[in-house]
């Protein structure tokens, strides 16, 4: 009998299966910003992609500059499409669909209008998304793309409209998290102009279709972000005598948590238990978690690392006794979807402690692949990172259940084949 492990581990490394199919198709991805090291998702599907032999061109609709850019995304960052907000070739572009397609490039302008309107970030945005679009739909035309791919359903998934319109080259986009939770203007709209729609989570499944209609249920395919299972092996044993080792990955903002995270520190602490936690990420929250650290005496266990490459964070993550995402639903309703900061570190046979919120729990199977706790509640969290730092068996249990999870449902070879087939039309 293979067991998903075997049937993961002994394709050859590098040398994933191709479709014939999918050596034809020449997908444009629309990003908001690209490269960005808190999407490394987005970066890893379409190195994935390639790798199966689909033609992959990048459009992203901010160049984001970077201080850490993984390797892998050079690359792309080299023949990306950049484009300044406006210039003499975008205004050719938007010149040639008003004269060649007046009726749909006149229509485009008055459902984005009529779409956004309630919502000044989307009208705003939108308005401003259409001009650069347009030239994105001359290029795509010119470069011979068969098939648009929009990441996030806000403002790539307009642009992705747009060029649809204009063209008519089917795009798809994937839902992840704020982009359904916080507005869905348009959201109707773009669900029912898509060849189809991805949804990383059951849970946000359910929520795309209850705002689309129930008619598009077939449309909406659930295919995780997945994670490279090769790459994220279980580690070697942690050395014994070290201080039990607590990592968190992620961008520094309220829905992960961190503050959560840092009380329940303080709770160990006070305990006497003998830990260190690092902190690995950068943003907005960073100055509220670093007063947080110096007023709770916690400069000795908490370490604030920064964004860091994808190597550095594996380094990491050998070291891990646990791996803590708290992870809440703000007052603005903005929360995680599925973090791939647990998929990493359960392929690593990492144990987790998260929440129980959005699609987590479709990961973190509470007492199977890891502990849930209530968000926002540093005392439960404190016990359950105090209960897996008594008790290294049944981390090693959870550890060894997540990578078996993520091996069946979240390797991403498996997830990027699914996607490439949804885009040539033969998914099963």
């Not at 259409?130 to 791919?149: E, N």
């Not at 869905?184 to 359910?206: C, T």
């Not at 580690?235 to 903002?253: K, W």
Request: positive net charge.
């Amino acid at each position: 009998m293979v067991t998903a492990e075997q049937s993961v581990e002994q394709r050859p490394l590098g040398q994933p299966a191709r479709s014939r199919a999918a050596t034809s198709l020449k997908v444009a991805y629309i990003m908001s910003r690209f490269p960005k090291i808190s999407e490394t998702f987005v970066l890893y599907e379409m190195l994935a992609l390639q790798q199966q032999g689909v033609n992959v061109e990048v459009f992203p609709l901010i160049n984001e500059r970077a201080k850490v850019v993984h390797a892998e995304a050079k690359p792309f960052v080299e023949r990306a499409h950049y484009l300044p907000v406006l210039s003499l070739p975008i205004v050719r572009a938007n010149l040639h669909f008003l004269r060649t397609r007046p009726a749909a490039y006149l229509r485009v302008w008055l459902e984005v209008l009529r779409g956004t309107f309630g919502s000044l970030n989307y009208t705003v945005g939108g308005l401003g998304i259409i001009p650069k679009a347009a030239k994105f739909a001359y290029d795509m035309q010119r470069l011979g793309v068969t098939h648009i791919h929009a990441h996030f359903a806000n403002h790539p998934t307009v642009a992705a409209l747009v060029v649809h319109r204009l063209t008519g080259i089917p795009f798809s986009f994937t839902a992840h998290a704020h982009d359904i939770y916080v507005d869905q203007h348009m959201l109707r709209e773009k669900v029912r102009a898509a060849k189809f729609v991805v949804a990383i989570s059951e849970y946000n499944k359910e929520l795309i279709v209850r705002h689309a209609g129930a008619d598009t249920r077939a449309k909406v395919q659930v295919v995780h972000c997945g994670v490279d299972t090769r790459l994220f092996q279980p580690r070697q044993s942690v050395a014994s005598g070290a201080p039990f080792t607590i990592v968190c990955v992620g961008s520094l903002e309220e829905k992960k948590g961190q503050t959560y995270l840092l009380a329940a520190c303080q709770i160990l602490k006070q305990r006497g238990l003998r830990f260190v936690c690092h902190l690995i990420g950068d943003g907005q929250t960073r100055p509220a978690l670093e007063a947080q650290i110096s007023r709770d005496g916690l400069a000795d266990v908490v370490r604030l690392a920064g964004s860091r490459p994808r190597d550095e964070v594996l380094s990491m993550l050998a070291q891990a006794d646990v791996v803590a995402l708290p992870s809440i639903r703000t007052a603005s309703g903005k929360m995680e979807g599925i973090p791939v900061a647990l998929m990493e570190p359960l392929a690593c046979e990492v144990p987790v402690v998260s929440t129980r919120t959005s699609g987590i729990p479709e990961l973190v199977e509470e007492g199977v692949t890891g502990l849930l706790v209530p968000p926002q509640d540093p005392l439960a969290l404190a016990d359950a990172l105090q209960r897996l730092a008594n008790d290294p068996e049944l981390g090693r249990r959870l550890g060894r259940a997540g990578r078996e999870k993520v091996l069946r449902e979240f390797d991403l070879t498996d997830t990027t084949a699914r996607l490439a087939q949804l885009m040539i039309g033969d998914a099963r």
